[in-house]
């Protein structure tokens, strides 16, 4: 069965960071287009799923086994030459203590299995990570569909500073180290 395409309008101001993300995931920009109206639908619930559904368009590997490569780099780098130890960092909300982050990895999102789960449907499975690392803690969105955000601006990666406040979509964190 031959697919009808049809013809989408995007403005300007969405068009050149559409292409930066593209060029960044190593795909086209109508890929990326594609995929993103998928993941929208299917979130939405607008998608059927099971038997004869659609799967989503698999987003570039390259960049996951690009974050992947870096993070073990610099999980080596750590073990051979660690360095002075990190200040703690402890993660509040709106009720207080949510978390001190022990490990080098810390996932936060609605899946059970995260470190810090968020109860909120417009919170992704694993929605971001905090890592160690050599030079201090540092948030990451993990792809995301409505994002983690730092003074009004979407972030992909960030260093973390003492008092830093989070969003992750409408949940505040602040970030405290010591």
Do not use: Y
């Not at 059927?48 to 659609?54: I, K, L």
């Not at 949510?98 to 609605?110: H, K, S």
């Amino acid at each position: 069965m031959k697919r009808q395409l049809r013809e989408l309008q995007i403005p300007d101001d969405l068009w050149g960071p559409l292409g930066q993300l593209a060029e960044r995931l190593g795909i086209d920009r109508d890929a990326l287009v594609r995929q993103a109206v998928h993941a929208f639908l299917r979130f939405h619930g607008a998608l059927p799923e099971g038997p004869g559904a659609t799967a989503s368009p698999p987003v570039s590997s390259r960049a996951a086994v690009a974050r992947q490569v870096h993070a073990t780099a610099e999980d080596l780098e750590r073990a051979i030459a660690p360095g002075a130890p990190l200040p703690v960092l402890h993660l509040t909300g709106a009720a207080g203590l949510l978390a001190t982050v022990t490990a080098d990895r810390f996932v936060i999102g609605r899946g059970r299995h995260c470190d810090l789960v968020v109860d909120s449907a417009k919170v992704s499975r694993e929605h971001a990570a905090i890592r160690r690392e050599a030079d201090g803690w540092w948030i990451e969105d993990l792809g995301s569909s409505n994002g983690t955000w730092f003074r009004r601006a979407r972030l992909d990666r960030r260093r973390i500073e003492h008092g830093d406040e989070f969003l992750i979509c409408s949940e505040k964190i602040k970030c405290l180290l010591s």
